[in-house]
């Protein structure tokens, strides 16, 4: 009998992440009981008006959180989406600024608010630099390749350029997974209204938003939830 040329081909698995991914890694949430908006105003550090108003300190800021992220490591939900990659065609869709699903092993991951471990050049967004481990801190005066820098970090009241390719994974997933995130922060948010009709939707979160009719709701960690949807899959 001949084989069908698509019968061995991989489901397309698209799993979106916030900020309860990287928790039980330690990495400090702005949300959180103790986090970040407890620390710091959050439009002084992760806004435009903000870095215009006080580049310094927003420099300072995520010099910190890069200190931070480099003594951290991926936790066991990390390894388990990588890990997926064997049985599916996975893709992840962050909305996290950290590497640590590159560093657990994921290979196709795309960030929805910019990496950590970049900073871009004031004059041309277009040219990004990856900052090196002994070299995580900059200023308004810093220079690379002749160029003043600014994080690599979508702020508040900027445009999000990576949405649409986004959208374009979500609307082919033939699975597709949010996990740590509370549906509150757009457009990231709005990515499960491109899910097509009859797609299976997981939504892993302790502490979950209201979701639509149909979406599976594992009320757990990152890690734990993890674990169950392997089984479940």
């Given at each position: 009998?001949?084989m069908d040329k698509?019968?061995?081909?991989?489901?397309?698995?698209?799993?979106?992440?916030?900020?309860?991914?990287?928790?039980?890694?330690?990495?400090?949430?702005?949300?959180?009981?103790?986090?970040?908006?407890?620390?710091?105003?959050?439009?002084?550090?992760?806004?435009?008006?903000?870095?215009?108003?006080?580049?310094?300190?927003?420099?300072?800021?995520?010099?910190?959180?890069?200190?931070?992220?480099?003594?951290?490591?991926?936790?066991?939900?990390?390894?388990?989406?990588?890990?997926?990659?064997?049985?599916?065609?996975?893709?992840?869709?962050?909305?996290?600024?950290?590497?640590?699903?590159?560093?657990?092993?994921?290979?196709?991951?795309?960030?929805?608010?910019?990496?950590?471990?970049?900073?871009?050049?004031?004059?041309d967004p277009s040219?990004?630099?990856?900052?090196?481990?002994?070299?995580?801190?900059?200023?308004?005066?810093?220079?690379?390749?002749?160029?003043?820098?600014?994080?690599?970090?979508?702020?508040?009241?900027?445009?999000?350029?990576?949405?649409?390719?986004?959208?374009?994974?979500?609307?082919?997933?033939?699975?597709?997974?949010?996990?740590?995130?509370?549906?509150?922060?757009?457009?990231?948010?709005?990515?499960?209204?491109?899910?097509?009709?009859g797609v299976p939707?997981?939504?892993?979160?302790?502490?979950?938003?209201?979701?639509?009719?149909?979406?599976?709701?594992?009320?757990?960690?990152?890690?734990?939830?993890?674990?169950?949807?392997?089984?479940?899959?």
């Open positions: 009998m001949k698509y019968s061995d081909k991989k489901k397309k698995l698209v799993i979106s992440t916030g900020a309860g991914m990287s928790a039980e890694s330690g990495i400090s949430t702005f949300r959180d009981s103790g986090g970040l908006w407890e620390q710091y105003p959050v439009m002084d550090v992760a806004s435009h008006d903000g870095y215009v108003r006080n580049p310094a300190l927003v420099h300072k800021f995520y010099n910190q959180r890069r200190h931070d992220l480099i003594k951290a490591f991926p936790n066991a939900g990390h390894y388990a989406i990588a890990a997926l990659e064997k049985d599916y065609d996975v893709y992840v869709i962050t909305q996290n600024v950290d590497d640590l699903h590159e560093r657990a092993g994921s290979t196709n991951v795309l960030h929805l608010h910019g990496e950590l471990m970049k900073v871009r050049a004031v004059d040219l990004i630099f990856t900052l090196a481990p002994d070299s995580l801190d900059t200023t308004p005066d810093t220079l690379i390749e002749g160029h003043r820098v600014r994080p690599h970090i979508v702020f508040f009241q900027e445009a999000v350029p990576a949405i649409e390719p986004a959208i374009e994974l979500v609307s082919e997933a033939d699975i597709f997974v949010v996990i740590g995130t509370s549906l509150n922060v757009y457009p990231a948010a709005g990515l499960l209204h491109y899910v097509r009709a939707v997981y939504y892993i979160d302790p502490s979950p938003a209201p979701v639509p009719a149909g979406v599976t709701v594992l009320k757990m960690t990152a890690s734990e939830g993890l674990r169950t949807l392997a089984e479940m899959l």
